[in-house]
């Protein structure tokens, strides 16, 4: 459907990535099925809820820009980002540099004090000839001067790295942190993980995981051991299978108790010719048996487009709630209306609807959520989008149900340069019957969506550099 459609906020960290709040039962195409049956979240076991469209997923890191190299001729990297943020101490500046290739080199960090752009800390990356990370060094801006704050230094063999150290500053040397090590196959495929950390002066190994795999590169088994008393101790395992197709059929997770393992999760898959997911099952180890703790059962039509999508769960072995959702698409695959009823004593309660409509580009233009109440459906919220020629998302309003009608509550706005690229995002609250300026989650895509900055600020504006001139003023 031409462009992504950018909707919702992102909670972001800065070594972390974004992640879409379920606020709505997302519209889902054909394309979004295999990135939800490979999506991972609940308790490290695949987490096959409720199905969301997961090119809203964009990838970020904060204000660290995608590290990965690319050969791409249309690569853009971020030349410096400005955050206004209400929140902040102070608005903040980064800036960038990077190789020929794009690759990352430095990121300065600023924050705007005694009307001027004043030092905070600084990022530094080093690569071998394969561009492979080599140093990463943070410092820290103290009394007119860069301190050394922390460092990690890696090492590769064949491209595949083999050891990585991490080391923080401390009274004018370098002190180990820890140690990782790792050895390889052939295929790039970890088989060992050996971690060690410093205590009393010297490295102690800490613990060991231990890979098993099929000849797709798929995962057969994962042993973790823990170095107690001087020697490795188990402490927990997981083994998988899977079918033809390299989709996961089990996981089984076992802790080490007395000598002996003992069962502690089972998650198990089925799927239908086409490869799409039909039923998955979380069970927990108790008292000696299985019991059903969660399980997702998806409905497909003649496309493989999902139809419906019921969720359950149970409580001591007894089946306590769950939450079923029908959906009718276009031909596109975009959902048109989707109905959920939450199920209780074996009877089915309305509970939510979305209504929703598109462009002819398949750009979602509004949304309507109500509520089942009594015996009729209320207003909720609703949502309104505006793009440009280009399909790039230029307003996201939100409008809440009071008093029998609607009332503005938040709106976002954006801009973009003339590659597609975000340069400008904004958030915006309605009180006292006025817009007022608020700080939020905003998340910036550039490289067509590929790529993205990711804030909690009230305004965000970034410059962006081709890649074969990304040090040039």
């Known amino acids: 459907m031409g462009k992504i459609v950018f909707i919702f906020l992102f909670m972001i960290c800065i070594y972390g990535s974004g992640k879409a709040q379920n606020i709505t039962p997302n519209y889902v195409k054909k394309s979004d099925l295999a990135a939800i049956k490979n999506n991972k979240s609940y308790e490290g076991f695949p987490d096959l809820s409720a199905p969301n469209d997961k090119s809203h997923l964009i990838h970020s890191k904060g204000f660290f820009p995608n590290q990965e190299k690319r050969n791409n001729s249309s690569l853009f990297q971020p030349k410096s980002v400005v955050i206004k943020g209400l929140t902040y101490k102070y608005d903040e500046q980064y ?11 430095t990121i300065l960090r600023e924050g705007w004090k005694n009307d001027n752009w004043e030092n905070i800390s600084r990022y530094s990356y080093s690569y071998d000839t394969n561009e492979n990370l080599l140093v990463y060094l943070e410092e820290r801006w103290e009394k007119g001067a860069w301190l050394n704050h922390s460092r990690n230094t890696n090492a590769y063999d064949n491209n595949k790295m083999i050891s990585q150290i991490k080391e923080f500053w401390k009274n004018g040397v370098w002190l180990i942190s820890s140690r990782s090590t790792y050895l390889n196959d052939i295929n790039g495929n970890v088989l060992t993980h050996l971690n060690e950390k410093f205590e009393n002066n010297i490295l102690t190994d800490k613990y060991n995981i231990t890979y098993t795999y099929d000849n797709k590169g798929n995962v057969l088994s994962e042993l973790n051991e823990n170095w107690v008393n001087g020697v490795w101790s188990n402490n927990k395992r997981k083994t998988c299978t899977y079918n033809t197709k390299g989709q996961l059929l089990t996981e089984e997770r076992e802790n080490w108790g007395d000598g002996v393992w003992i069962n502690d999760a089972r998650f198990t898959c089925k799927y239908n010719l086409q490869g799409n997911m039909l039923i998955n099952l979380l069970e927990w180890w108790r008292n000696g048996v299985w019991m059903n703790i969660q399980s997702r059962t998806y409905t497909y039509d003649t496309q493989g487009i999902i139809s419906a999508f019921l969720g359950e769960s149970w409580r001591d072995g007894i089946l306590s709630d769950g939450l079923s959702t029908k959906y009718v698409c276009d031909t596109q695959g975009n959902i048109l ?18 209504t929703y409509s598109y462009d002819k580009q398949g750009n979602l233009l509004n949304y309507l959520a109500e509520k089942w109440s009594g015996s009729d459906w209320v207003n909720s919220h609703r949502r309104f989008f505006l793009y440009d020629t280009e399909g790039n998302i230029l307003t996201n309003l939100n409008e809440f149900w009071q008093n029998n009608s609607w009332v503005n509550a938040v709106q976002s706005d954006f801009a973009y340069d003339k590659f597609g690229n975000c340069i400008l995002a904004n958030s915006n609250k309605y009180t006292d019957n006025m817009w007022i300026t608020t700080s939020a989650n905003v998340t910036l895509p550039y490289n067509n969506y590929e790529n993205s900055l990711g804030f909690y600020a009230a305004k965000v504006t970034v410059e962006y550099c081709y890649f074969a001139d990304v040090n040039k003023n």
């Open 337 to 354: 209306v989707s109905l959920s009823q939450k199920l209780a004593k074996g009877v089915s309660i309305n509970y939510l609807r979305y």
């Open 95 to 105: 800036t960038y540099t990077y190789n020929s290739n794009g690759v990352i080199l």
